[in-house]
């Protein structure tokens, strides 16, 4: 199926128990654009992670400011906008979580943004320290649906 | 009510704890709970079933993060089964599968444990 | 269950194949909120029927045009506001449907605004020709659970 | 794909249309063609077998008040059957059991056709 280029809009409160009419939103929207489930899948968990964010690290759980969530769709192409108006981070020091020495630390957390990056095809972060914070996730449509390369040539 | 469930079984000196639903950030804090309990009662060996989960967020994950030293520093560990393949490509890009033994079915995780 | 107050937006594009994502984020929404599943199934249908009304009236079927769906949940009520920037209409012209009437002219349609006002507590329509429309519907939360007044009489 | 579909079958001179999934502005379309169908091939005695139908709006009630005059002015008749609770307060609610053969049964409205 044809996706025809469109915008979809999601203004909602910042709590954790949206999270679920979040991932539901997102993934009728994506399969209603032809992604197959694999992808749905990827995409409901990606978006979750940024939202998650949004209500820990933004807003500081459970606040009532919105989590506001853009989903555009050109043809081959869903991009989803993920913003905030909470207190920002600086991206560029996030490392890439390693998980001995997290146990080693007895650190939690860390891997949300890492899963993002692994789940969708681009990942965007926009962070403007005390003014808020926007997550731009690309996701093809096409890409899906071919063989990866190595099991192209194994073939 | 919530989507997510933790069903609790022992056998012998293992507790099987057994996730239904999804397992997100709102969710996170029931299997906390189920997990404090367990190291309360000093339970140390445990196996988590994955069977009839659906969903797994990095939430979920950080729980079992934030659990493991403390349950093998008493002896005991932490091991997974029944993952569906939606719920071990989390783990996996997340490289769990190298801290945390994953097998296919409960019966195996607990023949692991006796077999020590 | 306690109803928060809180508010849920969502702007999605003027087209058919959208109504069954309006209806599934409203009914999860009233779900969450604590409505049986009873009043669910009416708000699902008056908000398909208004979402229904902006895209074949206000913007003429399949447009770009966004339909803009606000719920707001505070503590026993849930008020639901669909606007449209489209052409409006004078609703002191609407008059209750007559079947047979219709048969006779082979009309069809104008069903939709009296089933909203059948299947919710309060409506009101707020039209600017030339400028758009809005519809108000409120449910409430606790008229659901008991029972109407002719049952508690001759029980 | 759509989540609407309608399967015909035909038991001697009836036209039983089972209709499936949900009935809105979006696959109202869907019924329409359907039963244009019927009228083009002068199939005129139509039985709308609701079983399987989970949604309805007012969209889809306007589809059978376009072709019941019709259908009747050719000696044939729109009748109903098999409708849970839930979509048969729709048609109640707007007054279409006056206008139409509501039935239990798929088999009643046939009879009930077989019998004039
Ligand atoms: N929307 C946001 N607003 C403010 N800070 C954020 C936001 N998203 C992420 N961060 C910061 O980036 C860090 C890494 O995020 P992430 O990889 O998702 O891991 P985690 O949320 O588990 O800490 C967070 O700990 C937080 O400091
Ligand atoms: N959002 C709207 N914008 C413009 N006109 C509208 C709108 N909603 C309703 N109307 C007008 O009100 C009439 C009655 O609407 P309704 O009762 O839903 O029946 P129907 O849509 O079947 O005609 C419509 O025919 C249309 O002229």
């Known amino acids: ?155 | 009510m919530d989507g997510f469930e933790v069903q609790r079984k022992i056998s012998n000196d293992v507790v099987i704890l057994n996730l239904k639903g999804y397992l997100d950030a709102h969710t996170a804090p029931q299997l906390e709970k189920a997990l404090q309990t367990c190291i309360d009662q000093k339970e140390y060996k445990i196996i988590i079933n994955f069977e009839n989960l659906s969903y797994i967020s990095s939430a979920g994950l950080g729980v079992f993060m934030g659990f493991i030293e403390e349950i093998r520093q008493h002896g005991g560990d932490l091991k997974f089964s029944n993952m569906n393949p939606k719920i071990f490509r989390v783990f996996d890009l997340l490289g769990f599968p190298n801290l945390f033994e994953i097998f296919d079915d409960e019966r195996d995780a607990l023949n692991k444990f006796n077999s020590k």
Not at chain 1, 45 to 53: G, I, M, P, S
Not at chain 1, 63 to 69: A, Q, V
Not at chain 1, 79 to 102: C, H, R, S
């Open chain 1, 1 to 155: 199926m044809a996706a025809k280029s469109n915008k979809f809009h999601l203004k909602i409160p910042s709590q954790t128990d949206n999270l679920e009419i979040i991932r539901d939103f997102v993934a009728k929207i994506a399969r209603k654009v032809g992604f197959n489930e694999d992808d749905i899948n990827k995409i409901e968990l990606a978006v979750d992670e940024a939202c998650t964010n949004v209500i820990k690290h933004a807003y500081d759980n459970n606040s009532k400011n919105p989590i506001d969530i853009t989903i555009q769709i050109d043809y081959q192409k869903l991009t989803i906008l993920v913003t905030d108006k909470g207190k920002g981070f600086d991206p560029t020091k996030l490392k890439t979580p390693d998980l001995q020495e997290y146990l080693a630390e007895m650190r939690v957390g860390g891997l949300g943004i890492y899963l993002m990056k692994n789940l969708m095809d681009e990942v965007e972060i926009n962070s403007k320290p005390g003014k808020g914070n926007q997550v731009r996730m690309v996701k093809y449509l096409d890409k899906g649906d071919a063989p990866p390369p190595q099991a192209a040539n194994s073939s």
